[in-house]
């Protein structure tokens, strides 16, 4: 698993130098505007505590492996509540038709966002546990550059707003190591755990398509808060 966990490592800061979290890092833009592709985590936000749930999670079991990623997934399957919480501290609650949230949720703009949790549940189906591992790792890994991100910008905010954002904030950041959590010790775990060839070349397969799927993500989204101005300057309360 060294291995992996090296490719993980170096997609990761890689991951990092997107213009995507460039964006987000430019102070001369509004921090909410920085955040107005909020919307579009939609489909990955409630997607992502499904994945965990129903895909990953897989009980009872004696595998040790499988265990270890039960665990992590109680932590993971329920942040969305946090997200939902977030949309309305942003003002980006919109009340509209259900029929216009869900062609917004299954439109065009959410199209790459909506592939990230479908395409990783393709690639873990019915794969061994170990390959599994190495898609939460991967997963973790842009996880954690993402809300090192979002916790700055949501820092900012909360100086102007006085509000406490949990999906796009420090709590959130905290939470999420940048590995699988519930188990001490995982980092070491995790090294010592030996590969085959064959589990090697499927564990780096789910890796690389880890990093794509996020990354086009990234890229839909930035495109997304170019395209949606946020016309009312904050206030501060
Ligand atoms: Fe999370």
């Given at each position: ?6 490719l993980v490592e170096k997609r990761k800061q890689e991951f ?122 991967a997963?973790?890994a842009t ?64 890796v690389e398509?880890v990093f794509?799927?996020?990354t ?22």
């Amino acid at each position: 698993m060294k291995e992996v966990l090296a490719l993980v490592e170096k997609r990761k800061q890689e991951f990092a130098q997107l213009p995507f979290f460039r964006f987000m890092q430019d102070k001369t833009i509004d921090p909410r505007q920085r955040l107005a592709w909020a919307p579009c985590v939609a489909p990955f936000a409630i997607g992502f505590g499904q994945l965990n749930r129903f895909d990953f999670r897989k009980e009872p079991t004696d595998e040790p492996i499988q265990k270890l990623i039960n665990r992590h997934t109680y932590e993971d399957d329920y942040h969305w509540l946090w997200f939902l919480e977030d949309l309305e501290k942003l003002g980006l609650n919109h009340l509209m038709k259900f029929s216009d949230a869900m062609r917004f949720y299954w439109g065009e703009e959410t199209y790459k966002t909506r592939q990230v949790c479908h395409q990783i549940a393709l690639y873990t189906f019915r794969s061994e546990p170990v390959v599994v591992l190495a898609a939460i790792e991967a997963i973790e890994a842009t996880g954690n550059v993402a809300l090192a991100v979002t916790a700055q910008v949501a820092q900012e905010l909360e100086q102007i707003t006085r509000q406490k954002y949990r999906y796009f904030g420090e709590d959130h950041f905290c939470v999420e190591t940048g590995h699988t959590t519930g188990t001490d010790d995982i980092e070491k775990l995790l090294e010592s755990i030996q590969l085959t060839q064959k589990q090697r070349a499927k564990a780096f397969e789910v890796v690389e398509k880890v990093f794509e799927v996020f990354t086009e993500a990234t890229h839909e989204m930035r495109a997304y808060a170019e395209k949606h101005p946020i016309v009312q300057p904050l206030k501060a309360s």
